[in-house]
């Protein structure tokens, strides 16, 4: 499964926007320029951040984009469901009582796909911009080094790449 460019932009957006108001508003043209995304598109996207009700805008110079919550009660997964991001892992439309299948019915795997979907929307929902912006997602999933778990061959250059 792959999160497509709008999902993406707009968590970068957000996570840039929680970064750098401090309680001021942020201009669209900054976060663009920042985070090399077209202002065009983040505009589009702020529409829907905005209907979302996850930001709001300032109007007049000076105006820009102010978060509508605190960084810890704002979730990753809102973000993406307010930019229309389908968090789905199947062929299946969902609440569709038709399967992706040529007979309408499901498709063997359909069960595995639809979990991963769920797994992906829970872990989604469970970081917050206040854990990305802190850099507070590292979770397990980090490389691990052919000598990392090996104390007696480990040196302190290997610790300095890893902490790198």
């Known amino acids: ?26 201009s669209l043209a900054e976060i663009a320029e920042r985070q090399e995304i077209s202002l065009s598109y983040l505009e589009q996207l702020f529409g829907k ?16 984009y102010l978060l509508s919550r605190t960084t810890d009660q704002t979730r990753v997964s ?27 019915g499901r498709c063997l795997t359909h069960d595995l796909w639809e979990e991963l979907g769920n797994q992906i929307y829970m872990f989604l929902s469970s970081v917050s911009l206040e854990d990305v912006i802190s850099n507070r997602v590292l979770g397990t999933s980090r ?9 007696e ?6 610790i ?5």
């Open 1 to 26: 499964m792959k999160l497509s460019t709008k999902g993406r932009y707009a968590v970068m957006a957000m996570v840039d926007l929680g970064a750098n108001s401090a309680g001021k508003p942020v």
């Open 49 to 64: 951040l905005r209907r979302g009700g996850l930001v709001k805008s300032v109007r007049g110079p000076g105006g820009g």
């Open 78 to 104: 809102d973000i993406v469901v307010a930019v229309d991001e389908p968090l789905q892992a199947t062929r299946c439309k969902l609440g569709s009582s038709v399967g992706c299948a040529r007979n309408s």
């Open 153 to 158: 061959d480990s040196t302190d250059d290997d």
């Open 160 to 164: 300095e790449r890893i902490s790198a």
């Open 143 to 151: 490389l691990q080094t052919p000598d990392e778990g090996n104390e």
